[in-house]
């Protein structure tokens, strides 16, 4: 099966109700937001998306999205390439009141005012959920050894400092 480009926007209730499965990619040149919080994104966005009614009426869209980023090691500086895994599974809602009411299993996302959903939006948020908190290499592929990692002993005024609350002790003994 070929993989083509994904529209920018669906219309998710249309799309349930014919039980569309998009298989396909993202053009890495639209994840602007991605591109700002890491250093580059390496690769266009292959994701898989299927659209169905579920057995409580309710419009799902089911996913998954994996894309290739270059971040940048926060021990030792140097960057280098992590894959962005996720999945998804959405309810559309028309207006985030209405939230409360799905099942824990989906999360909501809000239609605009044309009843549809802008994917590239989507992709990009979670693949920004997906991001690591703190980039780092694995410890093996470090360029800081663990020796390096050490920030060094405490200065030696630091370590002879009477304790502040040895007053207290004298009160405890009244």
């Known amino acids: 099966m070929q993989k083509v480009k994904l529209p920018l926007t669906i219309d998710p209730y249309k799309d349930a109700q014919r039980r569309m499965d998009y298989d396909g990619y993202v053009t890495r040149s639209l994840f602007s937001r991605l591109g700002e919080s890491v250093s580059s994104v390496l690769s266009d966005a292959q994701v898989t998306l299927s659209l169905y009614v579920d057995p409580q009426r309710l419009t799902v ?29 959405f309810s559309p809602v028309s207006n985030m009141d209405q939230a ?6 989906y999360d909501p996302i809000e239609v605009d005012s044309f009843g549809e959903i ?19 290499h694995d410890s093996e592929h470090c360029e800081v050894s663990v020796a390096e990692q050490v920030f060094g002993a405490l200065p030696e005024e630091l370590a002879t ?9 004298n009160l405890k003994k009244n």
């Open 100 to 105: 409360d009411n799905l099942p824990e299993i």
């Open 118 to 136: 802008s994917l590239l939006d989507m992709i990009e948020d979670e693949f920004i959920l997906a991001l690591p908190l703190v980039p780092m």
């Open 161 to 169: 400092k009477p304790n502040p609350f040895a007053v207290l002790a």
């Open 61 to 89: 869209i089911k996913g998954t999205a994996t894309v290739d980023v270059e971040l940048d090691c926060q021990r030792c500086g140097n960057p280098f390439t992590q894959t962005l895994d996720c999945s998804f599974c």
